[in-house]
């Protein structure tokens, strides 16, 4: 049984450009959370994503949107790169009220 | 922001119980205390979660106070896998609510000295 996983693994990006990370949650999972690690920081919550729609966000900009597909994966687009979206992108699934999230081993974000 | 408070870091020896302390003293009667560990360079790894009552499995004991405003990780035999960051975290559990963000905060540096 596969746990969360993550696509691609690292990433290289020029400031200004766009990125389109993925995610396929956990077998039987249907909510998919992002979260943002900056370097020696604890994951910074993004927005969550059930049946499709955005349910919460964070203290995010715009720039930062995503999409959930019918088959629960879900994708996570960042706009107008800036320096400081360097960082580890973390995709975590969940289903239930009261069920662990399980994370994948992210995405690193390299903008230069 | 994050609702608990952890000690940024600790040091416990390879073989003793490690006790990681967490305050939560605005936890409201619906919120789970959960704790998650990150060893470098992976995602964090679900550890153990609890309500009221003091739960184990087979990584570990979460000891919660009786008035909830605490509770304690123990790690019984620590090895020095278990060298992480640890989170504790609290989050609602809703029957038909989906409409929860968990929020991580900044965790305690477990270091496991040989």
């Known amino acids: 049984d596969a746990g969360v996983t993550q696509s691609p693994t690292h990433l290289i990006k020029t400031r200004g450009q766009q990125v389109t990370l993925r995610c396929s949650p956990k077998?039987?999972?249907?909510?998919v959370s992002w979260y943002q690690q900056a370097l020696g920081q604890g994951p910074q919550f993004i927005f969550q994503?059930?049946?499709?729609?955005?349910?919460q966000r964070g203290n995010f900009p715009d720039r930062f949107s995503g999409h959930q597909f019918p088959n629960y994966s879900s994708e996570l687009n960042v706009n107008a790169l800036l320096l400081g979206d360097s960082a580890l992108y973390l995709c975590?699934?969940?289903?239930?009220?009261?069920?662990?999230?399980?994370f994948g081993n992210g995405t690193r974000l390299t903008v230069t | 922001d994050a609702k608990t408070t952890q000690p940024t870091s600790m040091d416990c020896a390879e073989g003793r119980a490690a006790n990681l302390p967490c305050n939560h003293s605005?936890?409201?009667?619906?919120?789970?205390v959960y704790w998650y560990r990150q060893i470098h360079s992976q995602g964090p790894q679900y550890i153990i979660h609890?309500?009221?009552n003091n739960e184990t499995n087979e990584m570990a004991s979460l000891i919660i106070t009786e008035d909830r405003k605490s509770s304690t990780l123990i790690l019984p035999h620590a090895t020095l896998r278990d060298t992480a960051v640890y989170y504790c975290?609290?989050?609602?559990?809703?029957?038909?609510?989906?409409?929860?963000?968990?929020?991580f905060g900044k965790g305690t540096r477990l270091h496991i000295l040989p």
């Open positions: 975590a699934s969940s289903f239930g009220e009261v069920s662990p999230l399980h």
């Open positions: 077998s039987g999972h249907d909510t």
């Open positions: 994503y059930y049946e499709e729609e955005e349910r």
């Open positions: 605005t936890i409201s009667g619906n919120e789970y």
């Open positions: 609890g309500l009221k």
């Open positions: 975290i609290v989050r609602v559990g809703l029957v038909g609510n989906r409409d929860d963000k968990i929020i």
